[in-house]
């Protein structure tokens, strides 16, 4: 007789899902995470690389290829996401994957290159920026040259299906139909089911403001663009810090109550406090 081994009838558990983050900061490079002075900086990067509730998404002008070495830098947090070339490509952190269906339905809308470069050609004004760029034509003008052009620039772009996006009284970008920095993060947010009243988002010029008009909190940090400052100055959701760079960013975090006040990652770690240092919010 064939005896059976009963089978086991304890049921497969489930693991539990992760807790939601307590704060999704979505922010800008140049001029704001990588500025400020370095005690602030210290100040964020620890928090952020310890915190176990802080997730981190990069959401810069660069391309891709100008952030990787950042992505190497042992004193910079690591991102989660990353969104480059003003809101036209969009990866993963960890793995420089792109992130679909987003990045998909962002090139299907990008004629080309060759094909925008080659109508902004006539504007022999426009200087192209020599830097690593995909899904994008970035040029240098000043606001003197490109007064008289600006109209038939733009009239260009839209015979194209793309946007101009110019900025800091110096930077011309053609970009890909309805994309910018908070169109993107809007769509990642959606994407991944992010909760929006965790997110805050830091810039200091006028490329960044998409993603206070997208609805989300966010800070302008110290030392903005003035036309930034002037863009959002009634925004009811957009706090506009005193001090620059990652300074900015802790005031905003405080202002806006993301991280609880006993939060212990907000006190400086054992040797800092034994040597009088703060490193903690204030």
């Not at 497969?12 to 002075?37: E, K, M, S, V, W």
């Not at 509730?53 to 950042?70: C, D, K, N, Q, S």
């Not at 993107?184 to 994407?191: D, F, G, I, P, S």
């Amino acid at each position: 007789m064939t005896v059976s081994t009963p089978t086991s009838l304890t049921p497969t558990r489930t693991p539990p899902a992760p807790p939601a983050p307590q704060l999704i900061l979505a922010t800008d490079l140049d001029g704001t995470f990588l500025a400020g002075d370095p005690a602030a900086r210290h100040r964020l990067y620890r928090l952020v690389d310890q915190h176990p509730g802080i997730r981190l998404i990069f959401i810069t002008g660069r391309g891709l290829e100008a952030v990787m070495p950042l992505l190497s830098d042992p004193a910079i947090p690591r991102p989660d996401y990353v969104v480059c070339d003003v809101g036209a490509t969009v990866v993963d952190g960890h793995t420089l994957q792109p992130l679909q269906p987003l990045q998909s339905m962002i090139d299907a809308h990008w004629p080309g290159e060759q094909v925008v470069a080659a109508a902004m050609r006539p504007f022999t004004a426009l200087q192209r920026q020599d830097v690593p760029q995909e899904r994008r034509c970035s040029y240098f003008c000043d606001p003197d040259t490109l007064a008289p052009l600006r109209s038939q620039i733009q009239a260009a772009a839209q015979a194209l299906g793309c946007d101009v996006l110019y900025s800091a009284d110096r930077y011309l970008d053609i970009l890909p139909p309805d994309t910018d920095k908070g169109r993107t993060l809007a769509a990642l947010a959606r994407l991944l089911e992010l909760p929006r009243d965790r997110i805050l988002v830091a810039g200091d010029t006028l490329n960044d403001l998409s993603m206070y008009t997208s609805g989300f909190r966010g800070v302008c940090v110290g030392d903005s663009e003035p036309a930034l400052t002037a863009a959002t100055a009634d925004l009811k959701h957009t706090f506009h810090a005193q001090a620059p760079g990652c300074g900015g960013i802790l005031e905003a975090i405080e202002q806006f109550g993301l991280l609880a006040d006993d939060d212990p990652f907000l006190r400086p770690p054992p040797q800092a406090r034994a040597a009088g240092g703060g490193l903690g919010i204030g």
